[in-house]
């Protein structure tokens, strides 16, 4: 069954930057892409990005473009979430969440379990 | 850029009852191949979201025949024909767009019992 399981939460200082993974298994990885969606306390969902695991291009929301980046390592089928410049409203859960389509965009099909990251002095 | 309003932002129905959803984005979503990809998902109560509904009204894998979608250029509705306890929780709309590879949410529905 597809699963993607990712890291655990993380507490920073504002400034610094997080590094967020997600290992996914039970299908295979080349042929999905994965999204990236956050969720401040109490909020809604806010979609940062998604990468290509095949060849690694990504599309960026324009509200993180320039301190966000995202990597695949193909050997361990990991994807990377990378957010520079923390502050503190960027204290939320992150999500990883896999494309249910495949040569289309569907949707965000099956979730990691989220990793809270807080940003805080 | 494509916003996506839902209404109502709550919704407080009886067990046993319907429950509709409405959501409506600021330009047609109907992409060039003549698809439309507007999705559901809902998130129960501290749990990660799960997908319901994709291109309108194709119900996801493992999804309860009591939710349906259905909708046309930039109005759509979720409805559940009848909302058990298991229903309570936060739905979004999303919209798909296929050539930016961009996503774009609704700001929510929270559904709760009476």
């Known amino acids: 069954q597809v699963q993607l399981v990712q890291s655990g939460a993380e507490v920073k200082k504002p400034g610094a930057s997080v590094k967020i993974s997600c290992k996914a298994s039970?299908?295979?990885?080349?042929?999905?892409?994965i999204h990236w969606v956050r969720q401040a306390p109490g909020q809604g969902l806010e979609w940062m990005g998604i990468i290509n695991p095949g060849g690694g291009s990504t599309s960026y929301a324009q509200k993180f473009q320039g301190r966000i980046s995202m990597t695949r390592d193909t050997s361990t089928s990991t994807v990377y979430m990378d957010l520079s410049s923390l502050r503190s409203e960027d204290t939320a859960v992150y999500y990883c969440?896999?494309?249910?389509?495949?040569?289309?965009?569907?949707?965000?099909?099956?979730w990691g379990q989220g990793t809270l990251v807080t940003a805080s002095s | 850029d494509i916003v996506m309003t839902q209404t109502p932002l709550s919704s407080p129905v009886t067990l046993g009852q319907p429950a509709s959803i409405s959501c409506r984005s600021s330009?047609?979503?109907?992409?060039?191949?003549?698809?439309?990809?507007l999705s559901w998902l809902q998130q129960r109560p501290g749990q990660p979201p799960r997908l319901l509904i994709y291109?309108?009204?194709n119900r996801f894998s493992g999804v309860p025949d009591r939710f349906s979608g259905s909708g046309a250029g930039t109005d759509f509705t979720l409805k559940i024909s009848r909302v058990e306890a298991e229903d309570v929780g936060v739905y979004y709309c999303m919209h798909a767009a296929q050539f930016s590879l961009t996503i774009t949410f609704g700001q929510g529905t929270r559904l709760e019992i009476k």
């Open positions: 330009q047609s979503l109907v992409h060039s191949d003549g698809n439309t990809y």
């Open positions: 039970g299908y295979s990885f080349n042929n999905y892409y």
């Open positions: 291109k309108i009204s």
């Open positions: 969440a896999r494309e249910g389509g495949f040569g289309e965009l569907l949707g965000c099909a099956y």
